[in-house]
Nanobody, 124 residues
């Protein structure tokens, strides 16, 4: 089992920045990739960004490309999401997820472990 705990959410104005963190514990040696997903009120959960745990290859949703940066610190078993130029449409609960499989990182069903989520609210 892998346990994930997110932090760093909050309220920010349009154009502002936030950095989310996700600490992993447990069977961290089995992690192949980690990602961020988000769910806005009344909408389905969607892919935001993901990164290979070894090698660092990353992927982004078109809606956040150029504004968000995903990174990881393997030594600390921590995943980050730097969010810049935030927009009201970025408002959502952001979830950290971990995958033990190698393959496409953008599909939710690739991820077996999920955090509880952290709220990000961008005011206009």
């Amino acid at each position: 089992q892998v346990q994930l705990v997110e932090s760093g959410g909050g309220l920010v104005q349009t154009g502002g920045s936030l950095r989310l963190s996700c600490g992993a514990s447990g069977r961290t040696f089995s992690i192949q990739a980690m990602g961020w997903f988000r769910q806005a009120p009344g909408k389905e959960r969607e892919f935001v960004a993901a990164i290979r745990w070894f090698g660092g290859r990353d992927a982004y949703a078109d809606s956040v490309k150029g504004r968000f940066t995903i990174s990881r610190d393997n030594a600390k078993n921590t995943l980050y999401l730097q969010m810049n130029s935030l927009k009201p449409e970025d408002t959502a609960v952001y979830y950290c997820a971990a995958s033990e499989v190698i393959g496409t990182m953008t599909f939710q069903n690739r991820y077996a472990y999920w955090g509880q989520g952290t709220q990000v609210t961008v005011s206009s």
